[in-house]
């Protein structure tokens, strides 16, 4: 039995950046499930087993070849018998820089069977075989890649963009789930350059089979994601804030989008053209602004979108400003006849006041 260290670790570690996680995947060749178990290893998996360390509770895998037998990235059969080399594993994956494997015991010396080390010395994102284009999901990993690896300068091969497109023309794209759909918009997010995520999408054809339900024009500026907000619904909102209500509900019913990310989204889409004239609109506009957007109660969803604003190149000053002195109205100095009218007459007072000092 052999045991290696596989994929983003290495990776990384080659790189010599910080991984996206601290979890560390193995490759186990030459061995069973029987072996591992009585090594008091724990299989979880149904599909396909995966086997967790006694100790560091690390994943184990099999060195295993597939088969395509459906469509999608559900769609294969699996062989995992002990005659499976490390090659014939790493000959599955995905890029050249995630099939390469390093030894846990010995001298911990790299095998490389496809050229990930000088892709990496290159800063180029290759497939390793053919069978990149069986598995939908490559197409999201590789475009997540060059977002993530953009700042050190890599872009991706051209023949393995024209396998990408190639899926797409063929309708393999189309098996996406949107769950994983949604994932991998979420860890591009996470990126330095989100909007090369985006823009390799696009390049590619798969953005419009994607998101056939959002407008593209050449006023799609995705660079507007590029500014390290660690804010994932703001950074989700700056890509739909200039799309239609309609479209936005449509997109998030259909990737199944967790109710934050598209309430701020929509409220973005809705209210950024009021906020980028705030002080030109009446008071009445204004006060609906705040209600509607529950800017005197939910204060951090409020905040959300005024980061969005701000990410747009809106003054979001006077909108605070007024904010505060909205906020500071107490309601036991009210004639308490008809509070609630009162309370509305006594906020667009305030606005009226502020409007005028600012003309």
């Not at 080659?14 to 186990?28: C, P, R």
């Not at 053209?273 to 939910?298: C, Q, T």
């Amino acid at each position: 039995m052999e045991i290696y260290l596989v994929g983003g670790a290495i990776r990384d570690q080659i790189l010599g950046i910080a991984s996206e996680t601290t979890e560390k995947d193995y490759v186990v060749v030459g061995s069973s499930p029987e072996e591992l178990l009585s090594l008091g290893y724990r299989q979880v998996g149904k599909e396909f087993p995966v086997f967790l360390h006694p100790k560091t509770h690390d994943e184990y895998a099999l060195a295993r070849i597939e088969r395509k037998v459906g469509s999608g990235y559900n769609g294969f059969e699996f062989d995992t018998s002990k005659t499976v080399t490390l090659e014939q594993d790493l000959s599955r994956r995905d890029l050249t820089i995630n099939a390469i494997a390093q030894r846990i015991d010995g001298d911990g010396s790299y095998v490389d069977p496809y050229g990930g080390i000088e892709d990496i010395k290159k800063k180029t994102l290759r497939h390793v075989s053919s069978a990149f284009s069986e598995d939908p999901v490559r197409i999201l990993r590789t475009a997540r890649f060059a977002s993530r690896f953009s700042n050190l300068g890599f872009t991706i091969d051209d023949k393995t963009l024209q396998l990408i497109k190639k899926m797409v023309i063929s309708g393999e794209v189309d098996a996406l789930t949107p769950e994983r759909v949604f994932k991998e918009i979420s860890l591009s997010m996470q990126t330095e350059s989100p909007s090369i995520f985006f823009e390799v999408l696009i390049e590619s054809g798969a953005y419009e089979r994607l998101f056939p339900m959002l407008e593209v024009s050449n006023d799609n500026n995705f660079k507007l994601l590029d500014q390290s907000i660690e804010l994932p619904e703001v950074t989700f909102s700056l890509w739909l804030y200039n799309q239609k209500l309609q479209n936005i509900e449509a997109l998030c019913d259909h990737l199944r989008c967790p109710r934050d990310f598209q309430q701020i989204a929509e409220l973005v889409s809705e209210w950024h053209h009021l906020a980028m004239n705030f002080l030109s609109f009446s008071p009445h506009a204004i006060l609906n602004f705040y209600l509607k957007n529950d800017g005197l109660r939910r204060h951090r969803r409020f905040q959300l979108i005024l980061t969005a604003f701000d990410c747009l190149g809106i003054n979001i000053k006077p909108i605070i400003k007024l904010l505060e002195i909205l906020k500071s109205i107490q309601i036991s100095k009210l004639a308490n006849i008809n509070i609630a009218e009162e309370i509305v007459q006594e906020r667009l007072s305030i606005i009226t006041r502020f409007l005028d000092s600012t003309k």
